[in-house]
């Protein structure tokens, strides 16, 4: 009796264990399905546009969905700033900050 219920509960258990990984597959390929991913030189030019729109909703979708891309923008940015003040451009600098602070 001890074995038949040891083996009913290893089925119960695979069973669960079955439907949670075929949970997990189907959601992650809803996921892909919906969030199209973009080249990075796609995110810097859908960035460009919705910064220029001021469309804060695109911003949050587009930061959300490549985090990837934004450190490196970040990092480019900062040392742009940077090398424009070096350079004595102020109003420059400020306009890439602005930028970056968006």
Same mark, same amino acid.
């Given at each position: %009796?001890?074995? #038949?219920? !040891? #083996?009913?509960?290893?089925?119960?258990? $695979?069973?669960?264990?079955? &439907?949670? %990984?075929?949970?997990?597959?189907?959601?992650?390929?809803?996921?892909?399905?919906?969030?199209? @991913?973009?080249?990075?030189?796609? +995110?810097?030019?859908?960035?460009?546009? !919705?910064? &220029?729109?001021?469309?804060?909703?695109?911003?949050?979708?587009?930061?959300?969905?490549?985090?990837? +891309?934004? #450190?490196?923008?970040?990092?480019?940015?900062?040392?742009?700033?940077? @090398?424009?003040?070096?350079?004595?451009?102020? $109003? !420059?600098?400020?306009?890439?900050?602005?930028?970056?602070?968006?």
């Amino acid at each position: %009796m001890a074995t #038949k219920t !040891a #083996k009913n509960r290893r089925q119960v258990l $695979s069973c669960c264990y079955a &439907s949670l %990984m075929l949970a997990a597959i189907l959601t992650n390929s809803l996921d892909a399905q919906e969030t199209p @991913q973009l080249t990075q030189s796609e +995110f810097y030019s859908a960035l460009e546009i !919705a910064l &220029s729109q001021n469309d804060e909703e695109e911003l949050d979708n587009l930061i959300r969905t490549n985090r990837l +891309f934004v #450190k490196p923008l970040t990092n480019s940015l900062i040392t742009e700033v940077i @090398q424009l003040e070096l350079q004595g451009d102020t $109003s !420059a600098a400020i306009r890439s900050e602005l930028y970056a602070g968006k």
